[in-house]
């Protein structure tokens, strides 16, 4: 019995075992060392995620300048065409005609401008 092949199987194997986990654990990150590691990686994301936010916030802000020079921009060229229309209509056909199709304005101000002319005309 002392020369079981099975025995000699299960006291390798719990040796091997036992000298296999000493070996891991003195050659393997201990404990603290991981996690040392998930706490700096937690702190990375989340300062990753606040740069992101930081970066949407920016951008959200951005936009809606941008929309509000977009209007105040708007509003101003077409004070300026109504302007000149109104100051100086002789200039002002005559640029529309040296730009062919294009208009200072949107059709419906430029048709505006071109009933109350005809209207004035008549009454001349």
Known sequence: MLHDPLL????????????GALFGRSMGPNAQDVRDADRIAKQK???????????DSHFEQTA????????AYRKLYEHMAKSTQRLAPRRTEDLVK???DQRL???EIS??????????RRGR
């Open 111 to 120: 048709s505006r401008r071109e009933i109350r002319n005809d209207s004035s």
């Open 64 to 71: 809606q300048i941008m929309g509000e020079v977009t209007k």
């Open 45 to 55: 994301r989340d300062e990753a995620e606040a740069v992101r936010r930081e970066v």
């Open 98 to 100: 040296s730009l062919g």
């Open 8 to 19: 000699y199987i299960a006291v390798g194997l719990a040796v091997g075992g036992a000298a």
């Open 105 to 107: 304005l949107p059709r």
